[in-house]
């Protein structure tokens, strides 16, 4: 029997959170069984219990990944202050990551399932999106982040929504037209109480 060292097991367990991470986005938590998460990642079933206890094992881990990519490849990326922030925006509300459903948002992807998941995935998902605003909050208020917490909750929850309902629309041009209102709406909520 061969063995694999530590680091081996390391770039395994990645690929799976990986390609299920996709797949969940794609398909739906619950359109998305372990074999065919297994065959997505190149593995056998057998090979899932070497690193996860359960389906609900992985779904935790992987919402917990996805928030935490998020929050390092968009906001962290972004440009500092209100540049960022409208980049942020205009990006999120895109046709293009509108039509990516397996590389975008798990946000607009996967809310609907992971409010009835376990505690352990919904406690994964809070701890995500509370650094994920933290990030959008110190852009919106540099001096004090914590007083735009909320706002930034809320600049979220309008995307999520926006991209959301935009991918569920089957004519084109309206869900094309509901994402250029999005970002009005996102960059007026942005510009709330700011002073002229």
């Known amino acids: 029997m061969v063995r694999y060292g530590k680091e081996h097991k390391a770039e395994t367990r990645r690929r799976i959170i990986e390609t299920a991470g996709r ?16 065959k997505d990642a190149g593995l056998t079933n057998g090979a899932f219990y070497a690193h996860f206890e359960s389906k609900d094992d992985l779904v935790a881990t992987v919402i917990a990944d996805q928030v935490k990519a998020q929050a390092e490849s968009v906001v962290a990326r972004a440009a500092p202050g209100r540049a960022g922030l409208e980049q ?6 895109s046709p293009q990551h509108r039509d990516s459903l397996g590389d975008g948002c798990p946000n607009a992807a996967l809310l609907d399932e ?34 735009a917490r909320v706002k930034a909750l809320s600049l979220l929850g309008l995307m999520a929504g926006t991209l959301q309902l935009s991918r569920a629309l089957t004519d084109t041009q309206l869900a094309d037209e509901l994402l250029e209102q999005g970002i009005d709406n996102a960059l007026a909520l942005l510009d709330a109480g700011q002073r002229v």
């Not at 794609?26 to 998460?37: A, E």
């Not at 942020?88 to 509300?93: E, K, S």
């Open 88 to 93: 942020i925006v205009r990006g999120y509300l």
């Open 114 to 147: 992971i409010g009835r998941c376990t505690d352990a995935t919904r406690q994964a998902y809070t701890d995500g999106v509370l650094v994920l605003i933290e990030g959008i909050a110190a852009r919106m208020a540099p001096e004090a982040p914590s007083s």
């Open 23 to 38: 797949r969940f986005k794609q398909d739906g938590i619950d359109g998305s069984g372990v074999s065919t998460l297994m």
